[in-house]
């Protein structure tokens, strides 16, 4: 039972391990900029929805680091599918499409949650306080189960490594910027408002915001987290259910 | 011997072009069979088909009595498959290589370490077990691709140009290993190649793919029996000219005739190519 999830694991976890301290370097070096440009930078003069930036930055951090984990997979989805051809191997195996999926997806939580554990090891540090409650762990999970899901169905889809980073540049990077990890979406002006409302993160942003920082979750916000994670695992689904080698 | 495979109308379209035309066969357990045609000529595209990594635009392809694509997860079991490229994992060792196809085809846990240990064994690699793939050379990495399809005990095993871009003495290991399998684990065998050498050397039964079709099939000798045993060249400035006869005493009475610089030899799998599709295989 579960061979697939179980084999795709062995494979990453494996892989993961023997590159885990470049690996942990990497996650952690860009929040920790962040976090010192911005955190120290504006320290408490700043305030940002009633909150000292710092504590206000944290959680956006926590969301843009471990969307960048989870559906960072997508690239590495494609080195094993177009250059190693490992991906060959399931498909070949007597395993579901499902099994292929949830083995990538639970790899890119798992990557996603290890990010998210670094920021609450820079909140440590940096002093600021969080509110650690049950809703904040069921929203991580929902977001990183989200972004991988459109990881790996972004590393199905495209066609090639550089398509890859085009989708990165075009859609990852505007969202990380807009959707709330920085500011709060609310002052941007109604076109660009009415955008950054239709994309998931700034829905992961609100909630997790809410969930660390003691603010009121919106249980719209946390419906479409579901939503939209639902629609990417369908997808990844059937992006899987229809590659050919 | 028990039908394993059988393969009927099997057709794939890509958007400008057909790669397989329709193409008929059956495979028995334990038998050798290759797919013998010029790269390009759908071989390729036929394994894949056969291994579900292509889905077919039409035709059907039935292991032991049952369609593979409505029955997917258990024909899986049936089929080993060595691809022409390598698709080992280069961060992982040896072991661990074989431990993620081991998972994957569900081998319980407690017969992996022993079936892995044979495997190495049997490819030759037990001293480089925990050594990561990426320092293996090109014959080793083929090895362990091979051994590693054998795992599951799978009842025909499918070997895409398994000695493409080898050098010789690499090749010839790789036959030995190969004839072995066969031989010892009596295993039914589909191995593409457009070495004729190859497919001469190992083959039972050898079908001739050309434009994605099959336009002969049978023994080796059987093959060449069909065009004639015995070749006389004849070497014109700029082409060379092949003649077939049913006799040596044939081919000498018309050898005699001959006012260019002539040659008689023994027919081979590439004339019966050249006599059946007017071209080489080797080009």
Redesign the interface.
Known sequence: MFNGIKGVLYRELNVYRKRAGKQLLATSLSPLLFLIAFGWGFGDRVMAEGLPYITFLIPGLITMSSLNQSYGIAQEINITRFYFHLFDEYLIAPVTHIEIVLGEILYGMFKGLLSTLLIFIYATLFKVQLILSPLFFIAILIHTFLFASLGTTMAMVVRDHGSQATVNTFVITPMVFLCGTFFSVDKLPYLFKSIVYLLPLTYSTKVIRASLTGGTVNPLYLSLMIIFAGLFFFSAYLAVKKVEA | MREILQVKGLVKNFSKKTAVAGVDFTISEGEFVGLLGPNGAGKTTTI?ML?????PTEGEVIYYGRDFFRH???S??F?G?V?Q????????TAY?NL???C????IPKIERDSKIKEALEFAGLTEYEDKEVKTFSGGMKRRLIIVRALLHEPKILYLDEPTVGLDPQIRRSLWDLIVKINQIKSMAILLTTHYIEEAERLCQRVMIINKGRIISSGSPEQLKKGVGRYVLEIFYDDHIEERFFSTRDEALEELRKCTLSCRIREITLEDVFLKLTGRRINV
């Open positions: 894949k291994t579900g990594l292509l889905k997917a997860r258990e899986k079991r089929i498959v691809h490229y390598s698709n080992l994992d280069r961060d992982l661990e431990y993620l196809h998972i994957l085809h569900g």
